[in-house]
């Protein structure tokens, strides 16, 4: 064997200093997802950084992530407006009238001040429970117009990409044949899931198709991405993985970054 073929055993990945500034970025679903809860300073700032990157043509989005990303929305949605209901909404009681509670008052000197107080009371309440419907109908218009969709329209007409066919019998026969293997990205938690199963394997094959440096960003635990240590973090990335990219692009090294 050769020097050239011994080559592949011999692989490092490049370091995240040396392609920060170069590299293509990839987002995973989660990510663009979170923004439904970033405060507004972190989505701001978020949104600048993607935009910035898809006007320098080096964000890339696989079109999976945007169909994950359109599936999961109104879910979020939905989630946000029964959580204003159960967590908030029904747990506000009306509070009880003082003169009911304590019928003595009426002999204190201060009885009109503390009616005055338990007035504004109930007004306070009254007036937080009306804000919380308005909040929840506020958020029922997302579905028909939803300011975070907004804002990641334009992102995702430039971003988006994607070479593969879902329905292609050749592309389901080998993450099928991945998925028995238990070969990564179909060895981890998705490879359980009943629904969007591939999902992981999808987003990889785009990457695939990127001749150039990666930087993945997830906020997703894809523990068959990573090798961990005892601690659960993640301290290398899975070789197999690596060696695949590198096949496949000719050599150009990728990083996975979380």
Same mark, same amino acid.
């Given at each position: 064997?050769t020097?050239?073929? $011994?080559?592949?055993?011999f692989?490092?990945?490049? *370091? /995240?200093?040396?392609?920060?500034?170069? =590299?293509?970025?990839?987002v995973?679903?989660?990510?663009?997802?979170? +923004?439904?809860?970033?405060?507004?300073?972190?989505?701001k700032?978020?949104l600048? +950084? $993607?935009k910035?990157? =898809?006007?320098?043509?080096r964000?890339?989005?696989p079109?999976?992530?945007l169909?994950?990303?359109?599936?999961?929305?109104?879910?979020l949605?939905?989630?946000?407006?029964?959580?204003?209901n159960?967590?908030?909404y029904?747990?506000?009681?009306?509070?009880?009238?003082l003169?009911?509670?304590?019928?003595?008052?009426?002999?204190?000197?201060?009885?009109?001040?503390?009616?005055?107080?338990?007035?504004?009371? $109930?007004?306070?309440?009254?007036l937080?429970?009306?804000?919380?419907?308005?909040l929840?109908?506020?958020?029922?218009?997302?579905?028909?117009? @939803?300011?975070?969709?907004?804002? /990641?329209?334009?992102?995702?007409?430039?971003?988006?990409f994607?070479?593969?066919?879902k329905q292609?019998?050749?592309?389901?026969?080998? +993450?099928?044949?991945?998925?028995?293997?238990?070969?990564?990205? $179909?060895?981890g938690?998705?490879?359980?899931?009943?629904?969007?199963?591939?999902?992981?394997?999808?987003?990889?094959? @785009?990457?695939? *198709?990127?001749?150039?440096?990666?930087?993945?960003v997830?906020?997703?635990?894809?523990?068959?991405?990573?090798?961990l @240590?005892p601690?659960?973090?993640?301290?290398?990335?899975e070789?197999?993985?690596?060696?695949?990219?590198?096949?496949?692009t000719?050599a150009?090294?990728? =990083?996975?970054?979380?």
């Amino acid at each position: 064997m050769t020097k050239k073929g $011994l080559e592949k055993y011999f692989f490092a990945p490049k *370091s /995240l200093e040396e392609i920060i500034g170069t =590299a293509t970025i990839v987002v995973d679903t989660n990510v663009l997802l979170s +923004a439904y809860q970033w405060k507004e300073a972190a989505f701001k700032e978020v949104l600048l +950084a $993607l935009k910035s990157a =898809a006007e320098n043509d080096r964000l890339r989005i696989p079109m999976h992530v945007l169909e994950e990303f359109m599936d999961q929305r109104p879910k979020l949605i939905q989630g946000a407006i029964e959580r204003i209901n159960t967590d908030i909404y029904s747990k506000i009681q009306k509070p009880n009238k003082l003169s009911s509670t304590i019928p003595l008052i009426g002999l204190l000197p201060e009885h009109d001040e503390y009616i005055s107080i338990e007035e504004d009371n $109930l007004a306070s309440y009254k007036l937080y429970r009306k804000k919380l419907e308005e909040l929840s109908s506020k958020l029922r218009s997302f579905f028909q117009k @939803d300011p975070v969709l907004d804002s /990641l329209k334009s992102i995702f007409e430039d971003a988006c990409f994607t070479t593969i066919d879902k329905q292609d019998k050749l592309v389901n026969e080998d +993450a099928n044949n991945r998925l028995a293997k238990k070969q990564p990205p $179909l060895s981890g938690g998705d490879a359980g899931k009943k629904e969007n199963k591939f999902g992981d394997y999808f987003i990889w094959r @785009d990457i695939l *198709s990127l001749d150039n440096d990666v930087i993945f960003v997830s906020t997703d635990f894809k523990e068959d991405w990573y090798y961990l @240590d005892p601690k659960k973090i993640h301290s290398l990335q899975e070789e197999s993985l690596l060696k695949n990219f590198t096949k496949i692009t000719k050599a150009r090294p990728v =990083a996975l970054f979380p």
